[in-house]
């Protein structure tokens, strides 16, 4: 994972039991409880979300601290493009912090922000808006 726009977006909440002090994997530390059977990871449940377990900046050089303990709702959630499937809430996360939209048919899975699609035509540049720009 490096794009980490959808855990600087949602709240992610999870079934109480996941975390580690019910006998599962998430650090009860780093959640806090939202219902009497449901979680949240810290940091989420807010105006604006930002998982605690998040290290780095989404789109950049984003990681997620506890990856191989995340909650079902963090594996669940399928970037966008993968197993040739668009998922319209990673799109909409991703461009928040200014990435491309990853749709399968385009091959597009880079996490870095975009740029307009510049194409030289003899002295002038073309942008995809078909701006000339000189």
Not at 34 to 52: E, V
Not at 61 to 68: G, L, W
Request: charged share 20%; hydrophobic share 30%; proline share 6%.
């Amino acid at each position: 994972m490096t794009c980490g726009a959808c855990c600087a977006f949602f709240r992610v909440s999870f079934y109480w039991a996941e975390a580690d002090d019910a006998g599962s994997t998430i650090p009860a530390r780093l959640t806090a409880q939202i219902s009497p059977f449901h979680r949240c990871m810290s940091g989420t449940n807010q105006k604006n979300p930002r998982c605690i377990a998040l290290a780095g900046t989404p789109g950049k050089n984003a990681c997620c601290t506890i990856y191989e303990n995340r909650s079902s709702t963090c594996r669940e959630f399928a970037m966008s493009g993968e197993n040739g499937e668009i998922n319209e809430a990673c799109n909409r996360t991703r461009d928040k912090y200014g990435l491309t939209p990853i749709y399968p048919d385009t091959g597009v899975l880079s996490a870095v922000p975009s740029d307009p699609v510049v194409q030289v035509v003899g002295d002038d540049a073309i942008n995809k808006d078909n701006n000339r720009h000189q």
